[in-house]
């Protein structure tokens, strides 16, 4: 039967190189979204965004703090009455993402499907096209009036609950890969030491039979000489 200890032992090496594949997918998962926010202005994981409404344009349907859940979709199948979301080039709001239902489909002056979007809430369609690059996707899923994500939502975009979903986590995060890092670096002294503490056994060994380690080492090679002779002499 295994001793106690090394079961123990085994499955703290599990555990320790399950946390670390886990810590190591958060971390570039983390940093993939913060990459993706730098460059497109909004993140998308698995081909799904999500945004909230800041305005009431396109109430009663989407209420001010409304979640919005958007899926990557191709222009081409963007139909009338579809909610998407996109980057707007409207002046006002140029390089926002904004979230209008789809009033019009229709082609440039260079061939390429263009939508003509309107907020239900507007009286006017927003003055400039969604093009191609410009789209983000076909809005799959939102939150209702009242809706806890509502609530919930709010409070995590705001400044506290930035410190809530992304300081706090960061700091652990940090936290536990300094843990993780101190362990090992305390293993592997511990093994060092033992290393060391061989070493010294042995020299004393050696020191007891009245021998240096030069003097140890040609007796090794003499006997192993000798062995090798009787083997060669053996042979038929």
Request: glycine share 8%.
């Given at each position: 039967?295994?001793?106690?200890?090394?079961?123990?032992?085994?499955?703290?090496?599990?555990?320790?190189?399950?946390?670390?594949?886990?810590?190591?997918?958060?971390?570039?998962?983390c940093a993939a979204i913060a990459i993706q926010i730098q460059v497109k202005g909004y993140a998308s994981v698995f081909g799904f965004s999500a945004?909230?409404?800041?305005?009431?344009?396109?109430?009663?349907?989407?209420?001010?703090?409304?979640?919005?859940?958007?899926?990557?979709?191709?222009?081409?199948?963007?139909?009338?009455?579809?909610?998407?979301?996109?980057?707007?080039?409207?002046?006002?709001?140029?390089?926002?993402?904004?979230?209008?239902?789809?009033?019009?489909?229709?082609?440039?002056?260079?061939?390429?499907?263009?939508?003509?979007?309107?907020?239900?809430?507007?009286?006017?369609?927003?003055?400039?096209?969604?093009?191609?690059?410009?789209?983000?996707?076909?809005?799959?899923?939102?939150?209702?009036?009242?809706?806890?994500?509502?609530?919930?939502?709010?409070?995590?975009?705001?400044?506290?609950?930035?410190?809530?979903?992304?300081?706090?986590?960061?700091?652990?995060?940090?936290?536990?890969?300094?843990?993780?890092?101190?362990?090992?670096?305390?293993?592997?002294?511990?093994?060092l030491m033992r290393e060391i503490d061989e070493k010294e056994r042995e020299q004393k060994r050696l020191e007891s039979a009245g021998l240096t380690?030069?003097?140890?080492?040609?007796?090794?090679?003499?006997?192993?000489?000798?062995?090798?002779?009787?083997?060669?002499?053996?042979?038929?």
């Amino acid at each position: 039967m295994r001793p106690q200890g090394e079961k123990k032992k085994k499955c703290f090496k599990i555990l320790d190189r399950a946390s670390t594949v886990f810590l190591a997918l958060v971390i570039c998962l983390c940093a993939a979204i913060a990459i993706q926010i730098q460059v497109k202005g909004y993140a998308s994981v698995f081909g799904f965004s999500a945004f909230r409404v800041v305005t009431g344009s396109m109430e009663p349907t989407l209420t001010v703090g409304s979640l919005v859940i958007a899926r990557q979709t191709d222009i081409g199948e963007i139909e009338v009455g579809d909610i998407v979301c996109f980057i707007s080039s409207d002046a006002a709001i140029q390089g926002y993402v904004n979230t209008h239902r789809v009033i019009a489909v229709g082609t440039d002056a260079s061939g390429q499907r263009v939508l003509t979007t309107q907020g239900d809430a507007n009286t006017v369609a927003d003055a400039a096209y969604v093009t191609e690059q410009a789209l983000i996707g076909r809005v799959v899923w939102h939150s209702s009036e009242g809706n806890i994500l509502m609530s919930g939502l709010s409070v995590l975009t705001s400044k506290m609950g930035f410190l809530i979903c992304i300081a706090v986590p960061a700091m652990i995060l940090l936290v536990l890969v300094m843990r993780l890092l101190m362990l090992r670096f305390r293993r592997e002294i511990d093994a060092l030491m033992r290393e060391i503490d061989e070493k010294e056994r042995e020299q004393k060994r050696l020191e007891s039979a009245g021998l240096t380690p030069e003097e140890y080492q040609a007796m090794y090679e003499s006997i192993r000489q000798e062995l090798i002779e009787q083997l060669r002499g053996e042979e038929p």
